[in-house]
């Protein structure tokens, strides 16, 4: 016999123990964790922290959308939409209208483009310009909501927004595993129930009634409850957005970013359509 394949006969390879569900488990929330806390840190840190950050997480989101659309056949211009990208959170921080001027300079310059280049496709246009509003735009309400507020509520709002979607889909998760039988949409996510639906929604405003025994003041119990929910169901449409652009293109994850968790834009998914739901109800509320 072989004596280097007796340790493996005996106990198991080393692959074999990283594949166990505990490992997996251990692998995943520890990435989670990471991400957690420099996302958290950020956004305890102040609003140039907060833009930075989020830049280059919209950057790496961007450049993973990219990755998929090329896979499908279309070839974008990935230096307009990734400068664009990265210029979205930072525009934030100057004024609420350098976004406008940046949508229209990324339309006008996308729009040369296609004048001066016979062989770029509306498709390859098209798909360019969803990459940065998709990401950077989107994800840049986080810069907003951190900057609507000063002082203690601003913290706890902007923190208190991202913990209610990462809370839902943690609750979702669970329920879903334990008790999902009634599949939402098993072309796109064969893994998502309405009994995880729900216990996300119970998870989110958990986490909001939380935010209204900190901030009283500024939100009220029932406007609060109705956030929670919103910006759940929310967070699951941004999920299931991003499920049916991988189906589309025949990939599993957008990356391999983050261990367990997959792409930086699997770990986003939610907070693109969550936070700014909650950015324009708080505004709708007159909260911010």
């Known amino acids: 016999m072989d004596t280097n394949s007796a340790p493996s006969m005996k106990g198991g390879s080393n692959t074999e123990r990283n594949n166990t569900p505990l490992h997996s488990f251990v692998v995943r929330a520890s990435a989670g964790i990471v991400y957690?806390?420099?996302f958290m840190g950020s956004l305890l840190?102040?609003?140039v922290p907060t833009a930075i950050f989020v830049s280059v997480m919209s950057l790496l989101c961007c450049i993973e959308f990219y990755r998929m659309v090329r896979i499908d056949?279309?070839?974008?211009?990935e230096f307009i939409g990734l400068v664009a990208t990265v210029l979205f959170p930072l525009s934030?921080?100057?004024?609420?209208?350098?976004?406008?001027?940046l949508n229209f300079l990324l339309v006008l310059a996308l729009g040369l483009w296609y004048i001066q280049m016979p062989r770029v496709r509306l498709s390859d246009v098209a798909v360019?310009?969803?990459?940065p509003v998709y990401t950077g735009y989107m994800l840049s309400a986080v810069v907003l909501l951190r900057a609507a507020l000063p002082g203690f509520?601003?913290?706890?709002f902007s923190i208190g927004?991202?913990?209610?979607?990462?809370?839902s889909d943690s609750f979702a998760y669970m329920v879903g595993s334990k008790f999902g039988k009634h599949k939402m949409v098993p072309k796109i996510s064969p893994k998502k129930s309405w009994e995880g639906f729900f216990g996300g929604l119970l998870g989110s405003v958990l986490v909001w009634i939380f935010i209204w025994v900190l901030c009283s003041n500024t939100i009220g119990i029932?406007?609060?409850i109705l956030c929670g929910i919103v910006v759940s169901i929310m967070g699951v449409c941004g999920d299931l957005i991003e499920s049916r652009i991988k189906r589309g293109v025949g990939v599993k994850d957008s990356g391999n970013l983050i261990p367990g968790h997959g792409g930086m834009l699997d770990r986003s998914d939610s907070l693109i359509f969550g936070v700014i739901t909650a950015y324009l109800l708080l505004h709708i509320g007159g909260v911010l």
């Open 36 to 38: 957690a806390v420099l």
């Open 45 to 47: 840190l102040g609003v």
């Open 73 to 77: 056949g279309k070839v974008p211009n």
């Open 92 to 101: 934030a921080l100057v004024d609420g209208v350098w976004l406008t001027v």
């Open 128 to 131: 360019t310009l969803f990459g």
């Open 153 to 156: 509520e601003g913290i706890i």
């Open 161 to 167: 927004v991202c913990a209610s979607l990462w809370i």
């Open 222 to 224: 029932w406007f609060a």
